[in-house]
């Protein structure tokens, strides 16, 4: 099971996760597609993961 994306940072410093989106995910779930993103995209995502994570105590 995925964890939610408004707790990933605790188990992932998000900042680690720039590297993995600019090689490609590739998962073992089979419904999962591969996924490819442009830098300015993964900045985006990282912005937005980054906007929701929830804060400790709330």
Known sequence: MAPP??????????????????????VGHPDMPEFLLEPAQIDHLLA???S???QPGG
Do not use: C, D, K
Not at 10 to 15: A, I, S, V
């Open 5 to 26: 994306f408004r707790t990933l940072s605790q188990n992932y410093p998000l900042n680690s996760l720039e590297e993995a989106f600019g090689e490609g995910i590739l």
């Open 48 to 50: 937005y993961l980054n």
């Open 52 to 54: 929701i994570q929830s």
